[in-house]
């Protein structure tokens, strides 16, 4: 439960702080997607700020923002303020940060239980490449799937996120226009987003059964970076600041040399970060091994690419000396550890990242978009990496949600709540039967909560989510929609699949169906 209350109006048009008359309508009257006039209060059970730099919860705390900033954190605000809203049993937190956001209708659930990935469509065979790769979704459908996924993440908590897509199943890389969609559904839902077209100089060709080599045009991922590069001049600081650059080359075993080397330069240039996906998996250390003759990082590394700009999805196949030149070169990890456990794999280990002094944030990379959920996912496989418990506490996971997002990304004013950040908060209720009882209010969520206790999602001062609610945006409706489309990409799986199945054959259901004749 939570109430509302507002103060009687002073001269200057505000409310004060005495008299305080109980209102419950308060919150309900406020507008999403409109940024809020004046001063707004935020009181709860707890609220998560810092204290001399450092994470610290203050007991029925409260936070005042004015413009879309942090003005005040703590306890017995003195000022005026022009709205008074009390979350009760809640936690007030900094807005969640997801460094691989998944933006368009997750194709990974068809690998789940049905390998090998090779045989499924994951992998392009020569027969679908010699035929010419085509974009398996339309122009709107891809600006539809990427506000859809842009709504689940506010659903779940989160207020800046660097979109990730598939293109597995697209004739290249990702459009210029779909990017252009995604800015502006972002600016209409009130999510900060770090984005531009991802882009590639080649692509993994499946010539026959264990057999899988890479396949380049250079040229092509040059124009690729180029078109992104331009996105972001023009994009940058858009909605109030909400949309932001990010270079996003796909793979480390996609790229030339020269196109990491314009990639870096660039991200200079344009002040910004560079997402690259690496030591990730058994065919790209297998693919580097032959394409250069050592890992990923040690590649980069070589041609002096590795820098505070780079972060990287996932590590799960890290070395010793990968994680050890991730440290030495400021090199962010993007920890997904619910997708990377879905394939038997997780990070070695977060907590010896850590003592590495290596930066982690975390991301999702799937649906659910729930990053709660990753969050006891990362602390699960940390400790049995680990083979104890000593090592990480759930306040580790979430530091690494907010602050460790914040730090990859290069900001200092999103992942905190404390004077001069951005309000973007996220409000987690604690009242919740199935998370009984509660104790510290961190632990509580990272091992009993999940996304769907996400009360409320504040953005740059906007109420962006209410109650599951958004702004000019129909999730439930939206959800039909993203089925259909997503069953119509599906029929489209076996042109892409080795021996070109039906699709009964690569995605047979988990148990037997009942037969149409009885």
Known sequence: MFCCAYTNVNSAGGFMKSDIMVSHSVLNELVLGQKLSGRTLLTAQWVLTERNDNPCLIPDGEIVFENGVIIFAGKNFGGDVTRRIDFGQA????GLIDLDALSDIDTFVLATDNPPNWAKG?????????????????PEELAFQKKFAFGQLLLNGITSAAPIASLYYREWGESVA?????????????LRVFLSPAYRSGGMVLEKPGQIVPVFDEERGLRGLEDAIAFVKRQQGRYDGLVNGLLAPDRVETCTLKLMQNTM?????????VRLHMAQGPLELQTMHDLHGKTGPQWLADNGLLNERLYAPHGTYATQEDFSLYAAHGVSIAHSPLVSARTGSYLKSFSACKKMGINI????????????MNLLMGLVTCRISDQTSEEVRCADLFDAATRGGAKALGRTDIGRLTVGACADIAVFRLDDPVMTPTVDPITTLVVGGSGKVTKAVFVNGRLSMLDGKLAGFDMQAAREQAQKQFNGLISKYPDRSWQHLPVSELFPSSFPLWPDEE
């Open 265 to 273: 330069a660039a991200a200079e240039e344009l002040d910004c970060r």
């Open 361 to 372: 944030g975390m991301a999702t990379d799937t649906a659910p978009a729930d990053m709660l």
């Open 178 to 190: 779909e990017f252009d969609a995604a800015a502006d559904a972002a600016g209409a839902l009130g």
């Open 122 to 138: 994951r992998i392009w065979p020569r027969s679908y490449v010699e035929r010419g790769p085509y974009e398996m979704y339309s």
């Open 91 to 94: 936690l007030i937190s900094p």
